[in-house]
């Protein structure tokens, strides 16, 4: 009952808070314009806030886990490169192939994964996330560009890939964090209670934002790569991954941040990017609001599970 209470703890704040955002715009409280400007806030300002305080306040020893690290990024890598060879197979359209192969790898890890290792581990498993993040979120960009140009445009513009990731805040704000926890810089305790209490806004803000993006019109248009991305994303992946990582020893936070890495559903940037380059954007955001939809079922299945099974 216990494993029970914490997998819903987890799991359902973040549900209701996406219901907020949803009703709001059903009540025409907020509208589309207005949404975008806030998820470009949050995108720009606020996530880069909270990635940088949490990997600033991490502790070096615990967090910096080259074995998690490593394992991360090559699990992101063997997952991409598969699915360049399996999607291509199953769906002939360019602009949808680059779609597919982006939502099924990339995962909304840190607005919707963090909070749900928080919600099990608290404050110690932030840290452990944003160092993962780090390396991860780049990668994400790299090669969802790289998808997304390949499959709609049949060719890499590497310039802009190396651009995207340059100016990307998310990244600025990683390698920030890192060198200041290296290096050691202390910043004045009114800046970074600033940049903490700032940071936090960056969870619900983006979650409201998410609930109010959702739209399930043209689903049967997409119905068939739907349900591939959907299960891929958040059954496929975790189930092929969670036992690899089980079997080479992750426990834990550890484990945890791997598990939502891998199972958190599409990030809300893939719509964004899949617009910038000239992919299928609708099916894009369809793709992001069913795998978030229904990621609020999975997670709590994968959290009860590992709970039930003491592995976290």
């Given at each position: 009952m216990e494993n029970l209470k914490i997998a819903i703890n987890a799991v359902l704040p973040l549900f209701l808070t996406m219901a907020v955002g949803y009703f709001l715009r059903q009540i025409h409280f907020v509208d589309e314009p207005l949404l975008k400007k806030l998820n470009k806030l949050v995108f720009n300002v606020f996530l880069p806030l909270l990635l940088f305080i949490n990997i600033y306040q991490s502790d070096l020893e615990s967090s910096f886990r080259l074995k998690t690290i490593l394992t991360a990024v090559f699990s992101v890598l063997a997952l991409f490169a598969i699915l360049c060879a399996v999607v291509p197979l199953i769906e002939k359209d360019g602009p949808r192939r680059g779609v597919m192969v982006q939502g099924i790898f990339r995962s909304n890890y840190i607005l919707f994964g963090a909070p749900l290792v928080f919600g099990v581990f608290g404050q110690q498993g932030m840290g452990t996330v944003s160092v993962i993040s780090a390396f991860v979120v780049p990668l994400y960009?790299?090669?969802?560009?790289?998808?997304?140009?390949?499959?709609?445009?049949?060719?890499?513009?590497?310039?802009?890939?190396?651009?995207?990731?340059?100016?990307?805040?998310?990244?600025?704000?990683?390698?920030?964090?890192?060198?200041?926890?290296?290096?050691?810089?202390?910043?004045?305790?009114?800046?970074?209670?600033?940049?903490?209490?700032?940071?936090?806004?960056?969870?619900?803000?983006?979650?409201?934002?998410?609930?109010?993006?959702?739209?399930?019109?043209?689903?049967?248009?997409?119905?068939?790569?739907?349900?591939?991305?959907?299960?891929?994303?958040?059954?496929?992946?975790?189930?092929?991954?969670?036992?690899?990582?089980?079997?080479?020893?992750?426990?834990?936070?550890?484990?945890?941040?791997?598990?939502?890495?891998?199972?958190?559903?599409?990030?809300?940037?893939?719509?964004?990017?899949?617009?910038?380059?000239?992919?299928?954007?609708?099916?894009?955001?369809?793709?992001?609001?069913?795998?978030?939809?229904?990621?609020?079922?999975?997670?709590?299945?994968?959290?009860?599970?590992?709970?039930?099974?003491?592995?976290?």
């Open positions: 960009n790299m090669l969802s560009v790289a998808a997304l140009e390949t499959f709609s445009q049949g060719r890499v513009n590497l310039n802009k890939i190396l651009k995207g990731i340059v100016k990307n805040p998310l990244i600025i704000a990683s390698v920030l964090g890192i060198l200041c926890l290296v290096a050691g810089v202390p910043l004045p305790q009114a800046v970074e209670k600033t940049v903490s209490d700032l940071g936090k806004v960056a969870t619900p803000l983006g979650l409201v934002s998410l609930g109010g993006f959702f739209k399930f019109s043209d689903t049967k248009r997409f119905f068939k790569q739907l349900v591939i991305v959907v299960t891929g994303r958040l059954i496929v992946c975790p189930a092929v991954f969670l036992p690899i990582f089980i079997k080479m020893g992750f426990r834990d936070v550890e484990l945890m941040a791997l598990a939502t890495m891998m199972g958190a559903p599409i990030a809300v940037s893939s719509f964004i990017m899949a617009q910038q380059q000239g992919a299928d954007a609708d099916l894009a955001g369809q793709a992001v609001a069913f795998t978030t939809l229904f990621s609020v079922f999975t997670m709590f299945v994968i959290i009860f599970g590992l709970k039930q099974m003491r592995f976290i």
